[in-house]
């Protein structure tokens, strides 16, 4: 590319000194008339686009000297064509040549960005507006007056993504053109394909005049790699080469998935025959024009008007004439308002020696740039607005299939993503399946939307994959050598993780297990360090087994998603100790539910003696005998069975409602008390200095200097049973106090003697699980980081670590709680709701019940006759006599 510029510089130098020795005894010598504005264009004349955009242009002037407000008016445009041929240094001669020679106030339509570029030299004399050229890179900050109506590239790369997102597509190509065009879209295409989680695994770079034998080349590379979806961005031109190119290779067939930017989208309806039967099933994004009456009739006129010998049948317009339209109207708008005029005087022949310095500035050069931006009307391709020096992004970008023709199949809008249709304000109505997005048409006239194909480094081979040997905790990962058949074993957690996510890739992975020796079989401290080293020298293609995710370590490989927990455990023994505290029977119960139990025991009572004290003797005597009574007999319920007979059935009900929730109460309280009388303690800070490290453990002992003990010193132990043996002889005996691993580790261990050790997790350190390891850039890890997080959703993970680690899962919590839970109301309420809507009930029903008997009872007297009789004066009771007594005479 730099030699490249070298070049372009030399050409200009050469091509300014020949500019300066032209004679210009063929121009003018008479000033332009006051009120005319002389614009140059420079187009590429041999190209449909620079055809069909002098002709809107020409039809662009047509209009406007018809508009009444334009005759009220005595400016004029007056358009001064030139033929670039599309090559740069011609465009930028033709432009030198129209500012001396036509005096031209503006320049319209450097086609290409390569033109604009080159062109931006003279940014600073004249306004320059490109309606094609859509280069990220122009910017008005290098060249403030170049005006783009036209998009960035950079606007449709949203579109692309939610295109590939909403096809399924994780893997693809990219193919662009080697120009500034063609790089200059890839870095924001590359981040919008990122975030929608497509991975670009390939780019391949073809030059703007590549030979066929270079593109068949390219292809070819592509075919081995077994690539089969591309996003192809490039000029029309070359797109016509590369496509037709692709067809000859059998790359348009069946299985194959083609993207093509705006660039070749918006120029199918120009483009060869043969070019465009080429790309049958190639899917286009460009950006959406809106329909309009005024659309309409430009549409009428341009069937009526256009005609050349070249074309054998009329061509669509596409956006770039319209936008080629619209920047004559804006650029006229913009004069009118300025009073812009052509007013500098063409030098005579005397200054033959004009050269690209001594090109005056055009003194309404910043005016009209000005005007422009500030204005905002409604053109051919619709809401007409800059911003930054170049036109909007277009509210809608419409997805279009090359199948049998050029048929839109859908929209993309910026704000509501993939939709069917748009309303007349051109938002998005719905937000479509594939399968809503129309019938698309795929390449091999299949209906089918295309798979993507992993793209493998090295196609066929079967990869080696590294395995530790291991002394202890062989349920992680066994290898086990046959010394007959020199036949190995792997086995383990691990391996059957990682097999488990390889038969789930939609594709096949053929893999061998390569046990990893070095001159020591025991692992020594570096010795996975030295496994994970052979990855980054590429002796392994992947490691296996309990390898601990750690930042150093993925400075040289990358790690898969941790399938194991992370962290750090602490294995301390279990001691068993009996509680002296005198009050210790009040606490199996929360102060709350000691409050609810006392009120039901009340509430209980007073429901009995409500119901019985009327018709039942041992709930009637005095009022303090009666509120005993009551109270008694509620509280009785909890010991032994009570001497009072109930009459009542209502009250035998909520009799028997209670004893059932007495008898759960007590059941629970003699539960918890039994729990906490004899309870299981942690030995959190243990007795001695000794603590047990495991050997080759990646938990950094430096990291450790704030546990709780005093001058701690370490114990290297190894397998399961060393872990146990170290911990029943204790730091005292030569043993240690505490083991710290790594958590599965941990739980391993305690899946064997959880009755006499337990875990309590510390927050000194941490480590990120166990992962699988694979080099820098493998396609593979996303994949099986994806698939490991799917077998632990659908519980596949969890059944693995039961099948290995005797029943209990490796991902279980492993709780010791040193404390029994107190029991409070919370966990009763259902009982209470029950006994009390119980008793409610009751007491209603028999109020009810007693009154309804004694209307009946006033009844029958009143239908019998009275007779008056009075007791013998020795029956009259005294005052003495008991409250039934008095009763029994009260009617």
């Not at 809107?56 to 670039?84: E, V």
């Not at 370490?714 to 170290?726: C, G, K, M, P, Q």
């Amino acid at each position: 590319m730099e030699l490249e510029r070298l070049m372009r510089i030399f050409f200009l130098l050469a091509s300014l000194s020949a500019f300066n020795s032209i004679d210009w005894s063929m121009a003018k010598n008479s000033r332009h008339p006051d009120h005319h504005m002389h614009v140059g264009v420079i187009l590429d004349m041999e190209s449909p686009v620079g055809e069909m955009a002098q002709k809107c242009m020409t039809m662009a002037i047509s209009d406007l000297n018809a508009t009444p407000s334009q005759n009220n008016h005595p400016l004029k445009l007056i358009l001064h064509p030139r033929n670039s041929k599309g090559q740069p240094l011609k465009a930028l001669f033709s432009a030198v040549e129209l500012l001396e020679n036509e005096q031209v106030e503006a320049l319209i339509g450097p086609q290409t960005s390569e033109e604009a570029e080159l062109l931006g030299e003279l940014g600073d004399r004249v306004p320059i507006i490109s309606f094609s050229a859509s280069c990220p890179s122009l910017s008005r900050e290098k060249n403030p007056n170049f005006i783009r109506m036209t998009t960035n590239d950079n606007s449709q790369v949203g579109a692309i993504a939610a295109l590939v997102q909403k096809f399924g597509w994780g893997e693809l190509v990219i193919i662009h053109e080697d120009s500034s065009y063609g790089n200059g879209i890839i870095p924001d295409l590359l981040i919008a394909l990122h975030e929608g989680n497509a991975r670009v695994v390939h780019r391949t770079v073809i030059p703007p005049r590549a030979r066929d034998i270079y593109v068949e080349a390219q292809l070819y590379r592509l075919m081995a790699l077994s690539a089969n979806i591309f996003i192809v961005h490039m000029s029309p031109s070359l797109a016509s080469q590369f496509f037709i190119k692709v067809n000859e290779l059998g790359m348009m067939s069946t299985g194959y998935g083609w993207i093509v930017t705006d660039g070749i989208a918006n120029e199918l309806s120009v483009m060869d025959q043969s070019a465009l039967d080429s790309m049958q099933g190639v899917i286009g994004i460009r950006p959406y024009i809106p329909p309009s009456k005024r659309l309409h009739n430009f549409s009428l006129k341009w069937r009526n008007s256009f005609f050349t010998s070249q074309h054998h049948q009329l061509p669509e317009v596409n956006v770039y004439c319209l936008w080629a339209y619209d920047s004559v109207w804006a650029l006229a708008t913009a004069a009118h308002h300025s009073g812009a005029t052509t007013s500098i005087e063409k030098k005579d022949s005397a200054n033959k020696s004009a050269h690209l310095a001594a090109i005056p500035t055009r003194p309404t050069g910043s005016d009209l740039v000005h005007t422009i931006l500030r204005g905002k009307f409604t053109g051919l391709s619709g809401e007409i607005q800059l911003k930054n020096g170049q036109l909007q992004q277009p509210q809608a970008f419409e997805i279009v299939n090359v199948f049998r023709g050029v048929k839109r199949i859908g929209f993309w809008t910026q704000f509501n993503g993939m939709t069917t249709r748009l309303n007349r304000s051109t938002v998005a109505v719905q937000s479509p399946s594939v399968r809503d997005m129309g019938s698309i048409g795929w390449p091999g006239s299949s209906l089918v939307i295309p798979k993507v194909q992993r793209i493998m480094p090295k196609a066929g081979k079967r990869l080696r994959i590294g395995v530790p040997i291991k002394v202890g905790f062989k349920e992680f990962v066994g290898v086990e050598l046959d010394p007959v058949t020199n036949a190995t074993t792997v086995t383990g957690f691990c391996i059957d993780v990682f097999k488990a996510a390889i038969d789930m890739l939609p594709y096949e992975v053929k893999f061998d297990f390569i046990p990893f020796t070095n001159s020591n079989t025991f692992m020594a401290g570096s010795y996975y360090d030295d496994l994970i080293y052979q990855v980054y020298l590429q002796q392994y293609d992947a490691a296996v087994g309990d390898i601990t995710i750690k930042a150093n370590r993925s400075l040289y490989v990358d790690f898969t998603m941790p399938f194991t927990e992370a962290g750090v455990g602490m294995i301390v023994p279990i001691e068993t100790t009996r509680s002296k505290n005198m009050w210790i029977f009040l606490q199996p119960l929360k102060v709350d539910l000691w409050l609810v139990i006392g009120a039901f025991f009340v509430f209980t009572g007073w429901v009995v003696w409500t119901i019985e004290h009327n018709d039942n003797n041992e709930f009637k005597g005095p009022l303090a005998q009666q509120i005993g009574t009551m109270m008694w007999y509620s509280l009785s319920t909890l010991f032994f069975a009570q001497r009072e007979k109930l009459i009542s059935n209502w009250s035998k009900v909520v009799v028997i409602v209670w004893l059932f929730v007495v008898l759960i109460l007590t059941s629970s309280y003699t539960a918890n008390l039994s729990s906490m009388l004899t309870v299981h303690q942690l030995q959190t800070l243990p007795n001695g200095k000794a603590i047990g490290f495991p050997f080759n453990s990646t938990v950094d002992q430096t990291a450790l200097i704030n546990l709780p003990f005093k001058n701690p010193y370490f114990h290297l132990v190894a397998t399961v049973e060393d872990y146990a043996n170290a911990l029943r002889n204790g730091s005292q005996k030569g043993g240690v106090s505490a083991i710290i691993d790594e958590i599965p580790y941990v739980k391993l261990f305690l899946s064997k003697y959880s009755s006499q050790y337990t875990m309590v997790e510390p927050s000194y350190n941490s480590t990120n699980g166990f992962g699988f390891v694979f080099p820098k850039g493998s396609p593979l890890v996303p994949d099986i980081s994806a698939l490991i997080a799917k077998l632990r959703e659908d519980g596949k993970l969890h059944l693995i670590s039961q099948n290995w680690f005797q029943n209990r899962s490796l991902f279980t919590n492993q709780d010791s709680a040193t404390k029994v839970a107190r029991l409070d109301s919370y966990s009763f309420r259902g009982l209470f709701l029950i006994t009390g809507i119980t008793s409610t009930v009751a007491v209603i029903a028999s109020y009810k019940f007693r009154k309804k008997q004694s209307t009946t009872a006033q009844h029958e007297v009143a239908d019998q006759p009275v007779e008056e009789t009075f007791p013998p004066v020795g029956d009259i009771p005294s005052r003495r006599t008991s409250f039934k007594h008095i009763r029994r005479y009260s009617y």
